[in-house]
């Protein structure tokens, strides 16, 4: 079974210095039908303006990852923290017991393109953490690559949740396959592009919710960025 989400039926908020999508209910948005799927609860697609940003505010008891699409995005937390990520680069922060951290926007002239993710964790009370990574497009060029796991295999960012995060940047006409364990579910998202899921056509900013589904089939109409969570199926 596959469940599309369009990008425009998404929560929209216009504050001036930022441009929010999002993809289940966040804030002022809320849409009883998509509180989360299995341990994804976010997906917010942030468009910050340059010079601006989030001021410090607090966090507890999740997995936040930021996933850069373009320019650059100036991380400080209270835990002493400090860095500058830009396209390419993942960061993880476990929220756990409870954190404070900003985020802003490194230029005063550019705009920084994100998308922020929470996932539930598998415990609450954990010791706050935090880490990031850039990752080369040619890692991710028509293959899967692994961003997130639970055991960080494969030099991935470790998260505290039965969750695998993949990515992938699919060039024209080129094809991607995932085989999908009985016991799973799976969440795809595209940031970029359009590409055709088992038949249908996804394109910048739709997800697509899959359960029962053997076999994940992709193939790029034009260049994609595509994510890709494994999620523990909650309702098998």
């Given at each position: 079974?596959?469940?599309?989400?369009?990008?425009?039926?998404?929560?929209?908020?216009?504050?001036?210095?930022?441009?929010?999508?999002?993809?289940?209910?966040?804030?002022?948005?809320?849409?009883p039908?998509?509180?989360?799927?299995?341990?994804?609860?976010?997906?917010?697609?942030?468009?910050?303006?340059?010079?601006?940003?989030?001021?410090?505010?607090?966090?507890?008891?999740?997995?936040?990852?930021?996933?850069?699409?373009?320019?650059?995005?100036?991380?400080?937390?209270?835990?002493?923290?400090?860095?500058?990520?830009?396209?390419?680069?993942?960061?993880?922060?476990?929220?756990?017991?409870?954190?404070?951290?900003?985020?802003?926007?490194?230029?005063?002239?550019?705009?920084?393109?994100?998308?922020?993710?929470?996932?539930?964790?598998?415990q609450?009370?954990?010791?706050?953490?935090?880490?990031?990574?850039?990752?080369?497009?040619?890692?991710?060029?028509?293959?899967?690559?692994?961003?997130?796991?639970?055991?960080?295999?494969?030099?991935?960012?470790?998260?505290?949740?039965?969750?695998?995060?993949?990515?992938?940047?699919?060039?024209?006409?080129?094809?991607?396959?995932?085989?999908?364990?009985?016991?799973?579910?799976?969440?795809?998202?595209?940031?970029?592009?359009?590409?055709?899921?088992?038949?249908?056509?996804?394109?910048?900013?739709?997800?697509?919710?899959?359960?029962?589904?053997?076999?994940?089939?992709?193939?790029a109409?034009?260049?994609?960025?595509?994510?890709?969570?494994?999620?523990?199926?909650?309702?098998?």
């Amino acid at each position: 079974m596959i469940n599309i989400r369009k990008s425009q039926d998404r929560g929209y908020a216009n504050h001036g210095w930022l441009d929010s999508y999002h993809s289940f209910s966040f804030a002022e948005f809320y849409d009883p039908d998509y509180m989360a799927y299995s341990v994804l609860r976010v997906i917010n697609e942030d468009k910050v303006a340059g010079g601006t940003g989030f001021g410090m505010h607090p966090h507890r008891d999740m997995e936040i990852i930021t996933y850069m699409l373009a320019g650059e995005l100036r991380h400080q937390d209270s835990m002493g923290n400090g860095s500058v990520i830009g396209a390419g680069d993942v960061q993880r922060m476990t929220a756990g017991r409870g954190i404070r951290h900003s985020e802003v926007n490194a230029s005063t002239e550019n705009e920084v393109h994100l998308l922020q993710i929470w996932l539930m964790p598998d415990q609450n009370g954990l010791p706050p953490s935090y880490e990031d990574k850039h990752i080369d497009a040619g890692k991710k060029l028509n293959q899967w690559c692994l961003v997130a796991s639970p055991d960080a295999h494969d030099d991935s960012l470790k998260i505290h949740q039965d969750v695998t995060l993949w990515a992938s940047i699919l060039q024209p006409e080129k094809t991607l396959s995932y085989t999908l364990n009985d016991a799973r579910c799976a969440y795809l998202h595209v940031a970029r592009g359009q590409l055709v899921l088992n038949g249908q056509i996804l394109s910048a900013g739709d997800a697509a919710m899959l359960r029962d589904e053997a076999e994940i089939k992709l193939k790029a109409t034009e260049e994609s960025e595509i994510l890709l969570f494994d999620l523990p199926n909650l309702d098998s």
